[in-house]
């Protein structure tokens, strides 16, 4: 702690359901409303990473042949990954909590 922003990110992307990397990519930029285009490159070398750290894992499931290319690989987020992006998620909130009681935030 404190994570990365592209890790958050990621698992913020993952929390609802499982998806390939490019979907990944699409959820992010929809989250943060464009604010951050991930590069191809950057997703999959923290996706290595989460791999590694058992953050994520890949995923067997498949959707329909017709719906599916066999050279996708599809990511999933581990008990740990999602006990992780809790607690950053706390972490942020904790923090812009902070930020309204010394009145560095005009709403909310």
């Given at each position: 702690m404190p994570l990365r922003p592209v890790e958050f990110h990621i698992l913020l992307a993952l929390a609802s359901e499982e998806r390939h990397g490019y979907a990944i990519l699409q959820e992010v930029a929809a989250l943060t409303?464009?604010?951050?285009?991930?590069?191809?490159?950057?997703?999959?070398?923290?996706?290595?990473?989460?791999?590694?750290?058992g953050w994520v894992a890949e995923s067997t499931r498949r959707p329909a042949a017709d719906l599916d290319d066999e050279r996708r690989r599809y990511y999933r987020?581990?008990?740990?990954?999602?006990?992780?992006?809790t607690a950053e998620a706390e972490r942020l909130w904790r923090l812009v909590s902070l930020a309204r009681t010394h009145r560095l935030l005009s709403h909310g």
């Open positions: 409303e464009g604010g951050l285009e991930l590069e191809p490159g950057t997703l999959y070398r923290a996706l290595h990473r989460m791999l590694k750290d987020l581990t008990a740990l990954g999602r006990r992780i992006a």
